[in-house]
């Protein structure tokens, strides 16, 4: 075959697999890429095509609305621009055009509007529930070792990184073992009636169908932004249970074993960066690398070359969670 014009090999990616490119509109590549991961969430898509839209069918600025059709054009060759009504949306909500957007922030506020502008309150919640983490604060006083429960939630798992080099499981690990918080984060403790110092742990009450984790890269000190360019490994497919090292851990964890689907890239600084996409192909088994308008076929090896280190590094994490294992457990 010898070369072929990438112009044509990317029309054909296009054609054949239906992952298409978005072209870049006022530094819309952090939102392109999210659109990409929304759009390999095919449970979201399921969720929003089910709502029954007339109330709000000539809604500009109703972003969930915007968000699928955007998802819908999406799929049709002959939309040249299927996202521009979506970012203008957006635009109108406050997520402005010609600005630099954390991809994990844009994620949770395009959840927030879903909840507060979707009028099926039903499906919404269903929307909310595809990514909610249910776990349980555990407060306790180091000075009297009175602890709290307090019951709390996440969307997307922020995880701490350490310089060096870092495990997707341990870092999970870390998050969920107890930490004691920093001065300034102190809790009230009741039995002592004043702020001590205090220590805390997560327990997961339930996982969700899909898991987001946010690899916390971007890191402020004293006024001043910079991203750690650490090693983070992680795995095509992992068990949640394994990360929780407690001694009774829910019945929820006993099989919780996810397999990643798609990844947000940065790269870049802090004041100056670029977001793209892994995202895999259910029916086609493949990884895509997908930069704004440009669809490349990719390997593993490739996603796993934004581990990190240099240039480009996975900032966001989505796995989705085995359904068979569901499917086993009722049956048998
Ligand atoms: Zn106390």
């Not at 978005?22 to 709502?51: H, K, P, Y």
């Not at 776990?135 to 939630?153: D, H, N, W």
């Not at 029916?283 to 996603?303: C, L, P, T």
Request: net charge negative.
């Amino acid at each position: 075959m010898g070369m072929s014009w990438p112009s044509r090999t990317l029309w054909d990616v296009r054609r054949m697999y239906g992952v298409r490119g978005l072209m870049n509109s006022g530094l819309s590549c952090c939102i392109n890429a999210l659109l990409q991961c929304f759009s390999a969430t095919t449970e979201l898509v399921d969720l929003l095509n089910r709502w029954q839209t007339q109330d709000e069918s000539g809604d500009p600025y109703n972003v969930p609305l915007q968000l699928k059709k955007a998802l819908q054009a999406m799929k049709d060759q002959h939309q040249h621009a299927p996202h521009y009504d979506f970012l203008n949306c957006l635009h109108h909500n406050y997520i402005y055009r010609q600005c630099q957007h954390d991809a994990d922030e844009l994620f949770l506020a395009i959840l927030n509007l879903i909840q507060q502008q979707m009028s099926d309150s039903n499906l919404a919640a269903e929307i909310k529930r595809l990514y909610r983490i249910e776990m349980e604060a555990e407060i306790r006083c180091l000075e009297c070792t009175y602890k709290q429960c307090v019951p709390t939630f996440f969307l997307s798992l922020p995880l701490h990184l350490r310089e060096g080099k870092n495990k997707l499981e341990e870092c999970i690990s870390l998050f969920l073992s107890e930490q004691q918080l920093e001065i300034g984060e102190e809790f009230w403790c009741d039995r002592c009636d004043e702020k001590q110092p205090t220590a805390q742990a997560f327990k997961i009450v339930t996982l969700p169908s899909i898991l987001c984790i946010h690899l916390k890269r971007f890191r402020s000190d004293r006024g001043f932004s910079r991203k750690l360019e650490c090693e983070v490994s992680f795995p095509m497919s992992f068990n949640m249970a394994e990360n929780d090292k407690k001694e009774n851990p829910a019945a929820e964890m006993r099989e919780a074993s996810y397999k990643l689907y798609a990844v947000i890239v940065h790269s870049g600084s802090c004041a100056f960066g670029h977001y793209t996409a892994y995202i895999h192909s259910v029916q086609e088994g493949a990884w895509y690398y997908i930069d704004d308008s440009s669809v490349y076929k990719a390997s593993w090896k490739e996603v796993q070359g934004t581990y990190g280190g240099f240039g480009r590094t996975a900032y966001m994490l989505l796995y989705r969670r085995n359904s068979s294992e569901t499917v086993q457990e009722s049956s048998g």
